[in-house]
């Protein structure tokens, strides 16, 4: 006798453990001492980095506006001879992760804030600023007459500058407060960290997301708060979207042949954001992540390195093994993302919403099935 | 002085013989280090006191022994064995070094290491044909011990065949031996007494295929050579350095030293079948390397070929090729070595040598990254890249050999590409791409950990890359010992040499004429007066 599921269980999403963890309130990453710990530490350093990140994302973004070689970006507006030689001995924040952050953000696109960027609107405020901006400049007037379309550009990477360093603002104040919290022992389980994190995002979500440049004494607005976009919405999304799922190819370590469809033509099909990112090729000088890992090791809590140094190679490897932390913490960000963005409460009774609710996280859930959820269940 | 490079390792072994109680690893290494270190330093003071002008043996030690048979104890030391000499002892301390500290049976382990060393320099130091055959022999039962009992699954099976293989090679030597100094009507089987035979052409040509035999097996060149991969398969790392390092360089030594050395006529008459055979043997070598999927077979295989060289250099006897068959018995000792190290540091890491199943060891936070660098460096080595000892001896080979062997220096040449066909596979397999021990397709390790690399196999690979740097940087400072030896062994040949010259005979490069040669070297007058003649041509009867 042939024996087949019923129909009620074939049903079943394959990830349907996950999508009920995630209604319950638990996260996509099992609860553990040792997870707590790496989340929470790596959590830790990350915010200290953030907040550098975040401060120069808007330093440039407000003070680099269309400087088309901006030597001192890295600098704060702070350039002393010291500062120059901790910088070229690489004794140094490594700003280029943001910006590769923000590149891929605005590659990718998504939410209002790039419909907004798209729009006649945003074109008539960005064109006040660039004519304020280069009216004693003739070499870029000319620039701009030749190419009319290369100034918008620049302006719209500006914005992304701008939005992705207050939503990191946001998200490095987040991240201190969490560790504050664990260190306070009122955050002792992976459940706890989504929650507070989940909060954190849920408070967050209506701040409105804005962009002036003031030039010549002059403020020019470039994402006017009219326009409406806020923090969780229209860049928090948008930005777990682009570097949580999508990502660029990784350049490096890992070469991707992309005449040998290694690399899909389709931006939607593009799986090497963080949740998908394989650890191990860290390392390779000036590879994206690597250089994140390198910026979060000189932060890491005293238990978290006391944590890595008992666990196999010591720190020798130690960057693999934030990358696999940070992994960690990253799939509860999305937990907490995901609890937030649900269309109904997760504890609803209605069958209807219940029912939405479902299908919203097995949408999810289907994206994330070729990721590494199944790596940090081990 | 000279029987102190005997006696120092062999009172070393003695000493830990004679250990009181039982003798921990650490404290083994270390007195079989000391050993061999002042090997090293005695070497070093020699090297200092060595006439770079003389060409015979110098030091020269003789003890009356058995002289009714003709076996004296007879030891000198000239420009080929002082090199080789060296290789023999930094390459002992290296495999004492690397030796693993939770060794079962310690003493006999380190005593048998000492007694190999031992035996390798009688056997480079001996000036008595039946001296040099003991010191052969001697080799045999300690390494066949040290393949039987730290070996690998298939231990038992890959000692017997290597002594049996080898046992039969001193056989032929032995026989060989014999056969010259009986049919030259000789007493004695000094090295001097045997270079003034004047035997007919047949009882040489028949003494040399002996020699080459029971030499050729342990070179080995093919077909003979089957014993070789089996061997190194099974050895452990630092018996493989040794074997491939130093062992099989007695066979190299050999050759040259006593066929090229004592039987001229015969040389010349099978010397372009012998350069025929060398090629068979770097093409076999390298195209069967490209067929392994071991790592440590590989190498194996590439030391096939690479051996060959050194028979085709011999065979052209020009003075660029003599000196290339020191180049390329050295530069093969280091290169070899270093190569078989690290194969042996993935197989400790990894558990595995199979091609088909390492990727990405490259990697420089997980994997082996100083491993990989390392490999990659020994391995452009081994394919001749320039400014590496392989490049310095392989080109003198090519050099030196081309215009007396045209057709069967350019397939050399085409091993030696095979070469970097086999080797790229290595590297690009082995250390590129993802990390991982299993095709990505069969069994992705999700958390590949691989333990660190320890100073202790850092160490000896850093040191032996150096060498290989510096050798390949500045050649002279390994060429100019054997400047003078080479020429004498040379002497014998000219007369051939001009008459075997392809296209432009006035073209024969001189020793002095390329980079080593210090120009007041006097040379002595031919042995034989058959070469004064330039024209003579050497035929078979």
Known sequence: MTKTLSLAKSNLHPLEPFIQKLLGAEALLPDSESNVIEVVGILKSYGVVLDAYSKNLIYIADHQFLVLFPFFKYFNGKVTLPQLLRHWWHDRINFEYAEYCMKTMLWHGGGKMDEYLDSDDFLQHCQAAVAAKIKTNLPIRALNGLFPDFLPEQVRQLAYYSALGQFWRVMSDLFIDLSDAYDAGKVQTIPQVVAFIKAGLVAAAAIPISYAVGINGTSYELLPKSAGLTFLMDVAVPYVEAVFFRGTPFLGTVSYNAQADQISADQGRFEYGALYADPLPIGGAGIPPTLLMQDMRHYLPDYLTAFYQSNGRGLDDVRVKICQSFQKSMFCVTSASLQGLLPHPADTQDPREQATNHAFLAGWMDRLATSRLDVVQL | ?541
């Open chain 2, 1 to 541: 002085m000279l029987s102190a490079l005997i006696l120092i390792p062999l009172v070393a072994a003695l000493v830990l013989i004679l250990w009181p109680g039982k003798l921990e690893a650490q404290t083994a290494k270390v007195v079989s280090g000391i050993g061999l270190a002042l090997t090293l330093v005695l070497l070093g003071f020699l090297a200092t006191q060595f006439e770079l002008t003389t060409p015979g043996f110098q030091f020269e030690e003789l003890l009356p022994w058995v002289e009714p048979l003709g076996l004296s104890y007879r030891l000198g030391l000239d420009g080929l064995s002082l090199p080789l000499l060296v290789v023999n002892s930094l390459l002992g301390l290296v495999a004492i070094y690397i030796s693993e500290p939770t060794l079962h049976r310690t003493r006999l382990y380190y005593v048998l290491l000492l007694v190999i060393n031992s035996a390798v320099a009688g056997a480079f130091l001996a000036a008595n044909l039946l001296l040099f055959f003991i010191f052969y022999e001697l080799e045999l039962i300690p390494l066949y011990l040290l393949i039987a009992i730290w070996g690998g699954s298939r231990r038992g099976y890959a000692a017997t065949k290597f002594l049996i293989y080898t046992a039969l090679s001193g056989v032929l030597i032995l026989g060989a031996f014999l056969g010259l100094v009986w049919l030259s009507g000789n007493t004695s089987f000094d090295y001097d007494s045997g270079l003034a035979a004047a035997l007919p052409l047949a009882q040489q040509v028949s003494l040399l295929v002996a020699l080459l035999i029971g030499f050729g097996i342990k070179v080995p060149l093919f077909p003979f050579h089957t014993w070789l991969p089996d061997a190194h398969v099974e050895a452990s790392t630092p018996v493989s350095v040794l074997l491939a390092g130093v062992l099989l360089k007695l066979g190299t030594y050999g050759v040259v030293r006593f066929g090229l050395g004592l039987l001229p006529d015969a040389w010349m008459a099978l010397a372009p079948w012998m350069a025929t055979w060398a090629v068979i043997s770097v093409l076999y070598g390298s195209l069967a390397a490209i067929a392994q999927t071991d790592m440590k077979k590989m190498v194996a295989y590439s030391s096939i070929g690479h051996m060959g060289y050194v028979l085709l250099a011999a065979a052209a006897s020009t003075p660029v090729s003599i000196v290339a068959t020191v180049f390329q018995m050295i530069s093969h000792g280091l290169i070899s070595a270093l190569l078989f190290l690290l194969v042996g540091v993935v197989y400790k890491a990894t558990g595995t040598r199979d091609m088909t199943v390492l990727r990405g060891l490259l990697n420089p936070e997980r994997g082996l990254p100083f491993v990989g660098s390392m490999m990659i460096l020994g391995v452009m080595a081994s394919a001749g890249i320039p400014g590496m000892v392989g490049f310095i001896s392989e080109f003198l080979v090519f050099r030196g050999s081309f215009l007396i062997f045209p057709v069967q220096t350019l397939l050399c040449m085409v091993g030696s590409g095979l070469t970097a066909v086999y080797f790229l596979l290595l590297v690009n397999r082995v250390f590129f791409g993802r990390l991982a021990i299993a095709p990505p397709t069969v069994a992705p390790q999700l958390d590949i950990d691989l333990p660190p690399v320890t100073w202790r196999d850092r160490v000896p690979a850093f040191g032996l890359a150096m060498l290989i740097i510096a050798f390949g940087l500045q050649p002279n400072w390994l060429a100019r010992w054997s400047e003078n030896i080479t020429l004498a062994l040379h002497q014998p040949y000219q007369g051939f040499v001009q008459a075997r010259t392809q296209f432009a005979p006035t073209a024969v490069p001189a020793v002095a004429d390329t980079l080593f040669v210090d120009p007041a070297l006097t040379l002595p007058t031919p042995v034989s007066p058959v070469f004064a003649d330039p024209s003579a041509e050497i035929s078979l009867p």
